[in-house]
């Protein structure tokens, strides 16, 4: 197999940037292909944290091409502090390992303004609990026909008739929610002194995801958020704005879907969201608390605290399905280590059904209630595993018992924050 598709099959920070961090030793190129820098990927090597929002995570290891394809929103004065960060931890970022997509569209402050604008107008049950980095408004923008895209930083008279197009929107639009027109001549003056350092790395991503497969290079494509995020398929409206599901990863760079040979699902042990919207097994009690104080469970882009709850093997299941999950890699298993019982969710009750699948309305989805199956938990330790012999039965029955509810295979297996904490079963790979 060459091509690899690693996405979140929860509602995001399920451990995508660990796996594919881990994965990228066996890839050439990774490429991010929806999402901006909402995400917020870790990555612990030797101890030594790395933070990643709108890098690929495969930029660590250096000698690998990442990309960051058209299928993102891209903030660039946040891209060109995120690379001065890393570059500071020592990692070489350079136009010959970095390449953005020149169709890519533009997150510019008046999108993180009206994000927060927004939110802050909202009322109880309408807030999204957004990260506030304008991924709503710059999608708007994208599929509005005004985004100033990255190739439109290249020539001045195309960059003021863009801009000149998106104020055409946003100015009214601000007026109505009582904050300043743009300062046209500042935005200007902004784009045009970062413009040099993002052209930089501006190719046709497209052509070139496209030599590269013909050559045989292995690509690794490493998505953002959660599928329960999605804007189709999540929890609407308490979701993000872009597709998240592995079908995106191709529009997302210019890609044939032919080129996807593997589907990675990202799958927490248990579950977390960050954020407003519904989440039928969630915790408020000391279990809850547990989780995520063992998980560590606060956001790596706003800090916030994660809610947390069992494992939902009715959502895992359809986001297997709707991503062509082939293989999922189940992180933060040690954090369920001395647990008495572990409950994990099979059903949900709704006007005297089970449902084996979360029904659409959100008026119905408030009246889920979690049907759970109860199991053993274990007392020894499974942190810092490396093989399934380090692992005590009653770890490895749950592991079995989450297969067999999600209809899907373990592939991969963490145990800790660290690299090198993981256990490999499948190689997703291997031809
Ligand atoms: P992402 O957004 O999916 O990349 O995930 P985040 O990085 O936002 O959140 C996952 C958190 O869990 C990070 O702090 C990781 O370092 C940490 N992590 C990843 N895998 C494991 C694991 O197997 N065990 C533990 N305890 N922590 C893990
Ligand atoms: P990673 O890649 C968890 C959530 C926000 C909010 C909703 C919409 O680290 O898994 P947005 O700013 O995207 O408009 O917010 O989506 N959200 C995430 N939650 N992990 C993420 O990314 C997220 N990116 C966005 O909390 O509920
Ligand atoms: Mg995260």
């Not at 066996?26 to 991010?32: E, F, L, P, T, Y």
């Not at 009715?314 to 992180?331: D, F, H, K, M, P």
Request: net charge negative; proline share 5%.
């Amino acid at each position: 197999m060459a091509n690899v598709v690693v996405v979140g099959a929860q509602w995001g920070d399920e451990g995508k940037g660990k796996i594919v961090d881990w994965l990228s030793e066996r890839a050439d190129v990774i490429a991010r292909f929806q999402g901006g820098h909402n995400a917020g990927h870790t990555l612990v090597v030797d101890g030594t944290v790395y933070k990643l929002h709108a890098l690929p995570s495969g930029v660590v290891r250096g000698g690998k091409l990442s990309v960051i394809g058209n299928g993102v929103v891209l903030d660039p004065w946040h891209l060109m502090r995120e690379i001065e960060t890393i570059r500071a931890q020592g990692v070489q970022i350079s136009p010959e390992t970095l390449m953005i997509a020149e169709n890519t569209p533009l997150i510019l402050p008046i999108h993180g303004e009206l994000d927060r604008a927004r939110e802050e107008a909202a009322s109880t049950g309408t807030k999204i609990g957004t990260t506030g980095r304008g991924i709503g408004p710059a999608y708007e923008d994208k599929v509005g026909r005004r985004s100033v895209r990255v190739a439109d930083l290249a020539d001045d008279a195309t960059l003021e008739a863009r801009v000149d197009r998106a104020l055409q929107h946003h100015n009214p639009l601000r007026r109505g929610l009582g904050i300043a027109p743009v300062d046209r001549d500042r935005l200007l003056a902004d784009l045009r002194q970062i413009a040099p350092q993002v052209l930089e790395y501006a190719a046709p991503v497209w052509k070139v995801m496209n030599e590269k497969r013909r050559a045989g290079k292995r690509i690794l494509f490493e998505g953002a958020q959660g599928a329960l995020l999605d804007i189709d398929f999540g929890t609407y409206p308490f979701v993000t704005s872009s597709n998240v599901i592995a079908g995106q990863a191709a529009t997302g760079v210019g890609i044939g879907p032919g080129a996807i040979d593997f589907v990675l699902g990202i799958v927490k042990a248990y579950t977390t969201r960050v954020g407003e919207g519904p989440f039928p097994t969630e915790l408020e009690d000391a279990d809850g608390q547990r989780l995520g104080e063992r998980g560590h469970e606060f956001g790596t882009t706003t800090g916030r605290k994660r809610r947390c709850g069992w494992f939902d093997a009715v959502l895992v299941r359809q986001t297997c399905a709707t991503s062509g999950v082939n293989g999922i890699a189940l992180t933060k298993l040690d954090v369920l280590d001395g647990f008495e019982t572990l409950r994990i969710c099979t059903g949900y009750a709704l006007d005297g059904e089970v449902l084996d699948y979360l029904p659409t309305a959100a008026e119905q989805q408030a009246r889920c209630v979690p049907v759970y199956e109860e199991m053993p938990g274990w007392s020894e330790t499974t942190e810092g595993a490396r093989s399934w012999a380090d692992l005590p039965a009653n770890a490895i029955k749950y592991v079995r018992r989450v297969e067999e509810l999600i209809q899907c295979p373990v592939a991969m297996l963490s145990t800790s924050p660290e690299r090198e904490d993981t256990i490999l079963v499948t190689d997703p790979f291997a031809d």
